[in-house]
Nanobody, 125 residues
Framework: QIQLTESGGGLGQAGGSLRLSCAAS????????FGWFRRAPGKEREFVAG????????SQSDSVKGRFTMSREAAKNTVHLQMNNLKPEDTAIYYC??????????????????WGPGTQVTVSS
């Protein structure tokens, strides 16, 4: 069982930056993939970015590529989502998720077993 806790959400301005963090409750993450998803009002949940804890190259959705970057901080059992050049359409609840390492597509939310409670990001124009 892995508990995930997000932090860093809040209000941002268009063109600005925010950084989200997701702390895991365990050090045993070598076989874990992490992902960030978001749900905007009235829309379905959407994959944002993903990374394998060990040796993984981060990936992003087309909607955030070039603006958002996912990374990990091993000493703190934490993954981050650096969000630059924010847009109003980035407004959503952002969720951190984790799953046993898989070769399946990272953007499949159904494959993630553990979820954080979410953190609200609101971007003003």
């Amino acid at each position: 069982q892995i508990q995930l806790t997000e932090s860093g959400g809040g209000l941002g301005q268009a063109g600005g930056s925010l950084r989200l963090s997701c702390a895991a409750s365990t050090h045993s993450l070598s076989s874990i993939d992490f992902g960030w998803f978001r749900r905007a009002p009235g829309k379905e949940r959407e994959f944002v970015a993903g990374i394998a804890w060990i040796g993984g190259v981060p990936s992003q959705s087309d909607s955030v590529k070039g603006r958002f970057t996912m990374s990990r901080e091993a000493a703190k059992n934490t993954v981050h989502l650096q969000m630059n050049n924010l847009k109003p359409e980035d407004t959503a609840i952002y969720y951190c998720a984790a799953r046993p390492r898989s070769v399946g597509p990272r953007d499949n939310a159904d494959t993630y077993r553990y979820w954080g409670p979410g953190t609200q990001v609101t971007v003003s124009s």
